[in-house]
């Protein structure tokens, strides 16, 4: 007699996403103990895998759930806001805006940024970094969601509210509280880093001083790089140095560095990214509005990209809307002048927004493409649509047909977090109710 593999989840007769980016009808994929157990032919799975629990995978197709490998939680109540303003909007809105958050208004904006990334089929993100972030990791490890976070470090810059900077040593003491209280929570889920908000509102001893003290802890450090024109002009008139080259000088730049934006490139910082292997995220709908990424460039050299929305500001939490911007920022900037038609094509987007969100994150073994071995995050896409089906390639309609709104199951470490658009960890109803009260309330007492 045959022996049955028991498993805890087994999604059924779907089609799925390889890791070579292809796609494949009539596949089951087993999961146990927060990880692929098995991917293969559904009739053959249903002869050999037994479990109590199941999705229909019919009409559906699988594939990694996306990253967020740059977003900001604590901006979820400003939508709308920015839309059409003059830079530089960080330091007139945004640290403004976050200089006026209560506690309570963190929490419910934390949890509106999971409720929004689980809808839009996001399972792993990148917090650039706030204030009251316990309360940002309580609401992360309620969501089921996988990923980072860290603390908005400043010490300097005349532009910043002054109740938004901080000595060297309490930021850094603030950010190894953190660490040491929620690094590893949520069954592994979630990460604690250091970070820098920029090299304008960081001096160099903090710099030092974040970099030392996340090697000592081994995690990572990320910040906001070569943005605006602005930074690029303080670190010439400061330092004589662009900000990748100023950072070289003083020895601190490796692989676990996560450079975000980082658009406004030289030939020689486009050297160093690759020389140290920094990690670069790109946020295509806000840096459509300072500058086009030097995507083709970095990846020819081997640089690791991922995709970031920017936080909900912008324009949501969608890395679907991020991949489609992409592609047509990609196609005007560098492949019309040359005609290269496929100088983004769909497989290369889809890559850096799952797998290149994976390596941002340093846990690229971990998740980013779907194998046995891996952990089960992962997406469900209710393909049987007419704006998607039917389709001469369905990978190319990944990209071009599928909205957020196409995302029926997100499973992140093995559990269900949304089973057909409706989200299980999290109370859609009350937190919506509580936003717009937390933003309302934030709307006349800041001004904004």
Partial sequence: MKTMIDSDLIIKGCAILTPDYEIVENQSIVIKDSQILQIGDASIIQESCSSQASIDGKGKLFMPGFADAHMHTCQQLLKGRIADEYPMIWTRIMVPFESNLREKD???????????????????????????????????????????????????????????????????????????????????????????????????????????????????????????????????????????????????????????????????????????????????????????????????????????????????????????????????????PIFDPKVMPASKLLELATLGGARAMQQEHLFGTLEPGKKADLIGINIDQPHIQPTHSLLNGLVESVNSSDIYDVIVNGKVLMKNREVLTLDEEKIMYEGKLAMESMSSRAGI
């Fill in 106 to 336: 963190v929490h419910i904006s934390a949890q509106l940024s999971w409720l929004d990334m689980i809808k839009n089929g996001t399972t792993a993100f990148v917090d650039a970094g706030g204030t009251y972030m316990h309360k940002v990791a309580e609401a992360a490890i309620q969501s089921g969601l996988r990923g980072i976070i860290t603390c908005s470090t400043m010490d300097s810059g005349h532009q910043i509210p002054e109740n938004m900077k901080s000595s060297e040593a309490e930021l850094i003491s603030r950010n190894v509280r953190l660490f040491e209280e929620f690094n590893g929570a949520g069954d592994g889920r979630l990460n604690v880093w250091f970070s820098l908000r920029s090299i304008i509102s960081c001096t160099p001893d903090l710099t030092l001083k974040v970099f030392e003290k996340a090697k000592e802890l081994h995690t990572g450090v990320q910040a906001h790089m070569s943005e605006y024109t602005n930074e690029i002009g303080f670190c010439l008139e400061n330092f004589q140095k662009r900000p990748y080259e100023y950072l070289e000088s003083l020895g601190v730049l490796d692989s676990n560095f996560l450079g975000a934006h980082s658009i406004l490139l030289s030939e020689n910082e486009m050297d160093i990214i690759k020389e140290y292997g920094v990690k670069v995220v790109h946020c295509p709908i806000s840096n459509a509005g300072k500058g086009i990424p030097k995507t083709p460039s970095l990846l020819q050299k081997g640089v690791s990209v991922g995709l970031g929305t920017d936080g909900a500001a912008h324009s949501g939490l969608s890395i679907l809307d991020e991949i489609k911007t992409m592609k047509s920022l990609m196609r005007a900037a560098w492949g019309t």
